[in-house]
């Protein structure tokens, strides 16, 4: 559970932020409940029973160029003094993609792949609390999630790679570009 995702967003009064609630049961994420107070809106999953927004089914975007789609990212609290701050990432994203947004909220952002709204979204460094709803929040309403590796996501969620499906591939091919131009392998 995380009682206030976006916790920067909600301290400077910039509106992004919400409450996220992640079950899983033996292992398994089984229910994601993510609330957006200010937009009065609620994304409910069940591990087969599909993906909603305020009781309507939601799929994600059948995009399938990463050149015409919007993506999401965010960056760790550590990006001032870390080497691994997917700043090379988000410049690829950003030279590739129509548009990239960061807006500080992992369990909105993949809300949004969820419901069609981006095509994708990538962060490292996350917390299982970060993700457990959200992840399967886009699995459910069709999409994929997983590592920079296109493996499981790992059980406390970093990194994760999320898409509609039609573009995880071209995700990870993206981000295996940018880590060998710093050097560094995933």
């Not at 976006?6 to 409450?19: E, K, S």
């Not at 089984?30 to 309507?56: I, M, Q, Y």
């Not at 050149?67 to 690829?92: I, K, P």
Request: proline content about 4%.
């Amino acid at each position: 559970m995380d009682p206030l995702d976006g916790t920067v967003n909600y301290a400077h009064g910039y509106p992004r932020f919400c409450v996220s609630i992640g079950v899983e049961w033996r292992g398994v994420r089984s229910v994601g409940v993510v609330h957006d107070p200010l937009l009065n809106e609620t994304f409910h999953a069940t591990r087969g029973g599909g993906a909603f927004l305020n009781g309507k089914p939601i799929r994600v975007s059948e995009e399938g160029e990463l050149g015409r789609g919007l993506f999401a990212t965010g960056f760790a609290y550590d990006v001032h003094r870390s080497q691994d701050d997917n700043l090379a990432n988000w410049a690829a994203f950003v030279k590739s993609a129509q548009a990239v947004r960061r807006d500080g909220s992992a369990a909105l952002d993949l809300c949004y792949v969820a419901c069609g709204r981006f095509e994708g979204y990538w962060e490292q460094k996350l917390h299982a609390w970060d993700v457990a709803a959200g992840q399967l929040l886009v699995e459910e309403a069709g999409g994929r999630c997983s590592d920079f590796h296109g493996g499981p996501v790992p059980p406390g969620g970093d990194p994760i790679v999320a898409s509609n499906g039609r573009v995880h591939e071209q995700m990870l091919a993206l981000l295996r570009s940018a880590r060998r131009s710093l050097g560094r392998d995933l």
